[in-house]
């Protein structure tokens, strides 16, 4: 009877150990599946959107024609005659109309625009022959990535023969705002409104959601009143985001007038977007605060406003940044609701204040990626990569305040 069951005990044994290897395996090969799936779309985005941090030059020698530019007048030049004039002298071969159009077209019409900043800068060069450095066009510039296929593949290799095209880092994606001509296309208006929106944000929603949270934690009563307020707060947090948009058109555009497509007005919007998170994150790093330190402060004399912010908020404070960081990478996120109060206009001006109308981050992605051109394809995986890369710095920077500054009572 013993040694029966002793086997069953045995059997019984054996199925648990069974049992967690295979919850292991399961576990396993959810890990290896996310990190196939992860790895694959990262490797998709890099490799669309590398190339678009690089841009094609030619140079070539040309005279500034002074019957093109008079010296009183180099603002009105025609500068872009003389690059196309210059680009046909180069392949007395073509005389075909249609050719010499699309030969002409391989440079981008930003040549024309620097040769004339060149020649402002010094007007001693009209008349002189200049070696000019050319921008090339963004379907050129892709064909010599090997990113396309096209129809002009016979010209595009007899113009890199005979004026030869290099690869340089493309500052203008960094320096410049967004654009109807792929080359010309740049991040900084969309960087810098996503700095005015996201910066707004966090002035208005972290000092709210904090003393929110400290009233609420260390001397609201406890009441149906105070619970139908946390419930609430709780639920908040859950609602989607496009709510608060529709929120934000209703309140700030219609009913306040604030501008149109300014980051002032998204700041609001994500400012109520992230202030529960921020409340609940807060709370939560009072909470873990020990009673017994509030407790010693009250019993060596000082007021609990006192035991609050000079004890219990210091203690709490790594926690409470810590959930703003992660509440800030959620609203440089966002799209939806900026998308309601009209950030999603075509912004070409690098916006200088809150109230210039501009864009961020999200919206410029998606704005991209809705265009024809093949060359905003790989701008619209830069640009992710530049998103993506804020968010994981972000991140990054929560992890490391939490390890910090975290204490273990």
């Known amino acids: 009877m013993i040694?029966?069951?002793?086997?069953?005990?045995?059997?019984?044994?054996?199925?648990?150990?069974?049992?967690?290897?295979?919850?292991?395996?399961?576990?396993?090969?959810?890990?290896a599946l996310t990190t196939i799936f992860l790895g694959f779309l990262l490797y998709d985005i890099i490799s669309k959107g590398w190339p678009a941090f690089f841009e094609s030059h030619s140079s070539l020698e040309m005279k500034i024609d002074p019957d093109k530019v008079a010296a009183g007048d180099i603002a009105n030049g025609d500068f872009a005659a003389i690059i196309k004039?210059?680009?046909?002298?180069?392949?007395?071969?073509?005389?075909?109309?249609?050719?010499?159009?699309?030969?002409a077209s391989f440079i981008s019409q930003a040549a024309g625009d620097?040769?004339?900043?060149?020649?402002?800068?010094?007007?001693?060069?009209?008349?002189?022959?200049?070696?000019?450095?050319?921008?090339?066009?963004?379907?050129?510039?892709?064909?010599?990535?090997?990113?396309?296929?096209?129809?002009?593949?016979?010209?595009?290799?007899?113009?890199?023969?005979?004026?030869?095209?290099?690869?340089?880092?493309?500052?203008?994606?960094?320096?410049?705002?967004d654009s109807r001509e792929p080359e010309l296309a740049g991040l900084l208006g969309a960087i810098k409104g996503s700095l005015f929106t996201v910066g707004i944000a966090i002035f208005i929603g972290l000092p709210l959601g904090v003393f929110a949270a400290i009233y609420l934690e260390q001397f609201a009563r406890r009441n149906r009143w105070t619970d139908l307020i946390e419930v609430n707060i709780n639920n908040l947090a859950a609602v989607p985001s496009i709510i608060f948009g529709l929120l934000g058109l209703a309140m700030f555009l219609n009913f306040f007038g604030l501008p149109r497509s300014a980051p002032l007005v998204g700041g609001l919007v994500?400012?109520?977007?992230?202030?529960?998170?921020?409340?609940?994150?807060?709370?939560?790093?009072?909470?873990?605060?020990?009673?017994?330190?509030?407790?010693?402060?009250?019993?060596?004399?000082?007021?609990?406003?006192?035991?609050?912010?000079?004890?219990?908020?210091?203690?709490?404070?790594?926690?409470?940044?810590?959930?703003?960081?992660?509440?800030?990478?959620?609203?440089?996120?966002?799209?939806?609701?900026?998308l309601m109060i009209g950030m999603v206009a075509f912004i070409a001006d690098v916006p200088q204040s809150p109230t210039d109308a501009a864009t961020v981050l999200p919206v410029q992605i998606y704005l991209w990626s809705d265009l024809p051109e093949l060359a905003f394809k790989s701008k619209t995986a830069a640009a992710i990569i530049v998103l993506i890369g804020i968010l994981m710095l972000a991140n990054a920077l929560a992890i490391y305040m939490r390890r910090k500054f975290e204490r273990r009572w």
């Open 85 to 103: 004039q210059s680009v046909r002298e180069q392949f007395p071969d073509i005389e075909s109309r249609a050719d010499k159009k699309t030969l």
């Open 3 to 31: 040694e029966l069951s002793a086997k069953g005990s045995n059997g019984l044994l054996a199925k648990r150990y069974a049992s967690e290897k295979r919850f292991r395996a399961y576990g396993a090969i959810a890990l």
């Open 114 to 177: 620097e040769l004339r900043n060149m020649v402002l800068a010094n007007p001693e060069l009209i008349g002189q022959t200049v070696k000019v450095d050319l921008l090339l066009s963004a379907d050129a510039d892709l064909y010599y990535k090997g990113l396309i296929e096209t129809d002009d593949k016979l010209l595009l290799d007899k113009f890199s023969a005979k004026l030869p095209v290099t690869q340089s880092i493309s500052w203008r994606f960094w320096t410049n705002g």
């Open 270 to 338: 994500l400012a109520l977007l992230v202030l529960p998170t921020i409340i609940i994150a807060s709370r939560a790093a009072l909470r873990a605060v020990p009673p017994s330190i509030k407790e010693a402060a009250l019993g060596v004399g000082a007021s609990k406003q006192q035991a609050v912010f000079h004890h219990v908020l210091p203690l709490a404070l790594p926690g409470i940044l810590t959930g703003t960081i992660l509440a800030l990478a959620r609203a440089f996120g966002e799209t939806a609701p900026l």
